[in-house]
Nanobody, 115 residues
Framework: QVQLVESGGGLVQAGGSLRLSCAAP????????MGWYRQAPGKQRELVAT???????TYADSVKGRFTISRDNVKNTVALQMNSLKPEDTGVYYC?????????WGQGTQVTVSS
């Protein structure tokens, strides 16, 4: 059983910053593409950012220039640095790991941005 352990969610005012972190088992982290997804109230889950095992990154247009995804291959963690937060960034953020055989999801962590 693979568990992704998330931390860093919370409440922040518009314009502020938060840093999310997700720890994955070492047995899968090295060979997994990692990512963050979010689900806003009343909306479907959407991709926020991804980083491959070779450190190639992609971002949703709505967060590009404000968010940065990174991975630490020693600590087996992936982080999402979120700057210049907007109320529309509010939602449940999910860590995602994709080794070759299947995908795994974290439990989700709430991010609330007040206006």
């Amino acid at each position: 059983q693979v568990q992704l352990v998330e931390s860093g969610g919370g409440l922040v005012q518009a314009g502020g910053s938060l840093r999310l972190s997700c720890a994955a088992p070492g047995s899968i982290f090295r060979i997994s593409a990692m990512g963050w997804y979010r689900q806003a109230p009343g909306k479907q889950r959407e991709l926020v950012a991804t980083v491959t095992s070779s450190d190639t990154t992609t971002y949703a247009d709505s967060v590009k220039g404000r968010f940065t995804i990174s991975r630490d291959n020693v600590k087996n963690t992936v982080a999402l640095q979120m700057n210049s937060l907007k109320p529309e960034d509010t939602g449940v953020y999910y860590c995602h790991a994709r080794p070759p055989w299947r995908a795994y999801w974290g439990q989700g962590t709430q991010v609330t941005v007040s206006s």
